[in-house]
């Protein structure tokens, strides 16, 4: 045993441990009426509570409840889940994949190893190089970003942006202009990373604006942007309106308790409910290396509910008020990232070098902030998501829109939307206004 009671897991017996007592996976739509239940068994392991919610995540699952508990050797937990609208889950390609993925086969000790840390932002596996790039956020820096991208004649193929207190976080995956593969020129790639480092730079940060610490295997682009902003400490700032006004509405309070008897500390989170919010919780709880020995998930809606017992790797609970005030924090900066004002906008076209530079210009020139964005290709097409408020602060004006319609609708459709954080019409749980997509499976084929 470990300090603290916790078990010490030793890679080989861990995979021993696997093969003799293998992961049981079942999806059973008998025992709800209105719910799929997901139930897993497994040999209790560190961030197996992460790699399942992940996986659920990642197939844009709504968890209505789950119940966690994995003191000791062995991890149980149910989840209730259902699509976004609000159904059971019946496709079989999807129960299929939940009980490969989450099952004896799903994830290898070999698939978990990371790369170490590369002082340089950019690398390339196989058909496409990723470079990550975080820092502080100004207007127009995704345009400029986009634009020495595209003078390069480089392609995106698919982006994550991501910006939260003043800092920006984006994962970009690229390719040549006349190639599928990855940019391998080094001159080109060291003169992309110089500029893009000068970009930054402009804002007032040092040279670490351009780095990486990039988890290879399963790791998905929602994970490595907690991590990027988490490594920032944009939970530090306080006192934006922006902030205060996306709590205020989300209604959201967080407490952090002592169970004395138990030796745990009890983190609780109430707020508006909304997709992928328990796995931006425990992503948190990862990175601050808490372990979640038991959960507690309820949704009633339009709320949600959320009960983790934790402690910290040594078995220790949370000791000082100062440090539950940094739980508090980080916690409401991981719920607050993906939560976005004003509109969004959904853009789809034929893609080509520059596509992205080209838009994200127009958003600029017509006065749009961009506060997160998703940017994939199928095929030949691109599909382009922004989220964006008014430079000026106030709601966007239609007319604004309407130009935006004319420059762009030539060679792409355009999509608008009010953003989910802002519609108070907006049942999140029943996902029947999907505005957002998940492109962490898309990314993992990309990968392969």
Same mark, same amino acid.
């Given at each position: 045993m470990?300090?603290?009671g916790?078990p010490?897991?030793?890679p080989?017996?861990?995979?021993?441990?696997?093969? =003799? +007592?293998?992961?049981?996976v079942s @999806?059973?739509? %008998?025992?709800?009426?209105?719910?799929?239940? $997901?139930?897993?068994?497994s040999?209790?392991?560190p961030g197996?509570?992460l790699?399942v919610v992940?996986?659920?995540?990642?197939?844009?699952?709504i968890?209505?409840?789950?119940?966690?508990?994995?003191?000791?050797?062995w991890?149980?937990?149910v989840f209730?889940?259902?699509?976004?609208?609000g159904?059971?889950?019946?496709?079989?390609m999807?129960?299929?994949y939940?009980?490969?993925?989450?099952?004896p086969?799903?994830h290898?000790?070999?698939e978990?190893k990371?790369w170490?840390?590369?002082?340089?932002?950019v690398h390339?596996?196989g058909?496409?190089t990723?470079?990550?790039l975080?820092?502080r956020?100004?207007?127009?820096?995704?345009?400029e970003?986009?634009?020495?991208?595209?003078?390069l004649? =480089? +392609?995106?193929?698919?982006?994550? @942006?991501?910006? %939260?207190?003043?800092?920006?976080a984006?994962? $970009?995956y690229?390719?040549?202009d006349?190639t599928?593969r990855g940019?391998?020129d080094?001159?080109?790639?060291?003169?992309m990373?110089?500029?893009?480092?000068n970009?930054l730079?402009?804002c007032?940060d040092d040279d670490k604006v351009?780095?990486?610490?990039?988890?290879?295997?399963?790791?998905?682009i929602?994970?490595?942007?907690?991590q990027m902003l988490?490594?920032?400490?944009d939970?530090?700032?306080?006192g934006l309106k922006?902030?205060a006004?996306?709590?205020a509405?989300?209604?959201?309070k967080i407490s952090?308790d002592?169970?004395?008897?138990?030796?745990?500390?009890?983190v609780?989170v109430r707020?508006r409910?909304?997709?992928?919010l328990?796995?931006d919780?425990v992503?948190t709880?990862?990175?601050?290396k808490?372990?979640v020995?038991?959960?507690?998930?309820?949704?009633?809606s339009?709320?949600?509910?959320?009960?983790?017992?934790i402690?910290?790797?040594?078995?220790t609970?949370?000791?000082?008020?100062g440090?539950?005030?940094r739980?508090?924090?980080?916690?409401?900066?991981?719920i607050?990232r993906r939560?976005?004002e004003g509109?969004s906008l959904?853009?789809c076209g034929?893609?080509?070098v520059?596509?992205?530079?080209?838009v994200t210009?127009?958003?600029?020139?017509?006065?749009?902030i961009?506060?997160?964005?998703?940017?994939?290709?199928?095929?030949e097409?691109a599909?382009?998501?922004?989220?964006?408020?008014?430079?000026?602060?106030?709601p966007?004006?239609?007319?604004?829109?309407?130009?935006l319609?004319k420059?762009?609708?030539?060679?792409?459709m355009l999509n608008v939307?009010?953003?989910?954080?802002?519609?108070k019409q907006?049942?999140?749980?029943?996902?029947?206004n999907?505005?957002?997509?998940?492109?962490?499976?898309?990314?993992e084929r990309?990968?392969?």
């Amino acid at each position: 045993m470990a300090p603290g009671g916790l078990p010490y897991f030793d890679p080989e017996y861990e995979s021993l441990s696997i093969r =003799i +007592n293998p992961p049981r996976v079942s @999806v059973d739509n %008998h025992t709800c009426v209105d719910c799929t239940l $997901v139930k897993v068994d497994s040999v209790n392991k560190p961030g197996i509570l992460l790699e399942v919610v992940q996986i659920l995540a990642d197939l844009d699952l709504i968890i209505t409840k789950a119940y966690i508990s994995s003191d000791g050797g062995w991890f149980m937990d149910v989840f209730h889940v259902t699509d976004q609208q609000g159904n059971k889950i019946t496709d079989k390609m999807t129960i299929d994949y939940i009980e490969k993925a989450l099952g004896p086969k799903g994830h290898t000790s070999d698939e978990r190893k990371t790369w170490p840390a590369k002082r340089v932002g950019v690398h390339t596996m196989g058909d496409y190089t990723a470079i990550e790039l975080v820092g502080r956020d100004r207007p127009g820096l995704l345009s400029e970003i986009s634009a020495v991208i595209a003078n390069l004649k =480089i +392609n995106v193929a698919a982006a994550e @942006v991501w910006t %939260h207190n003043t800092k920006i976080a984006c994962v $970009v995956y690229l390719n040549g202009d006349t190639t599928t593969r990855g940019v391998d020129d080094p001159t080109r790639l060291s003169t992309m990373e110089e500029q893009l480092k000068n970009i930054l730079r402009v804002c007032g940060d040092d040279d670490k604006v351009a780095h990486t610490n990039f988890s290879m295997g399963l790791t998905h682009i929602d994970r490595r942007l907690h991590q990027m902003l988490f490594a920032e400490m944009d939970y530090e700032r306080k006192g934006l309106k922006n902030e205060a006004d996306c709590a205020a509405f989300l209604e959201l309070k967080i407490s952090v308790d002592r169970c004395a008897e138990k030796g745990y500390s009890v983190v609780t989170v109430r707020c508006r409910d909304r997709p992928k919010l328990m796995f931006d919780i425990v992503c948190t709880l990862t990175d601050m290396k808490y372990v979640v020995f038991h959960a507690t998930i309820t949704s009633d809606s339009p709320y949600a509910t959320q009960e983790y017992y934790i402690r910290h790797a040594d078995g220790t609970p949370v000791n000082t008020e100062g440090e539950e005030e940094r739980v508090i924090r980080c916690i409401e900066a991981a719920i607050l990232r993906r939560v976005s004002e004003g509109l969004s906008l959904e853009l789809c076209g034929k893609d080509r070098v520059g596509l992205l530079s080209e838009v994200t210009r127009i958003l600029r020139e017509n006065g749009l902030i961009v506060s997160r964005a998703g940017v994939t290709t199928v095929g030949e097409q691109a599909v382009n998501v922004f989220y964006v408020r008014d430079s000026s602060g106030d709601p966007v004006d239609m007319k604004t829109i309407e130009r935006l319609r004319k420059e762009v609708g030539q060679t792409m459709m355009l999509n608008v939307k009010k953003a989910p954080s802002t519609s108070k019409q907006q049942q999140p749980q029943q996902g029947t206004n999907k505005t957002s997509f998940s492109i962490g499976s898309l990314l993992e084929r990309f990968l392969h």
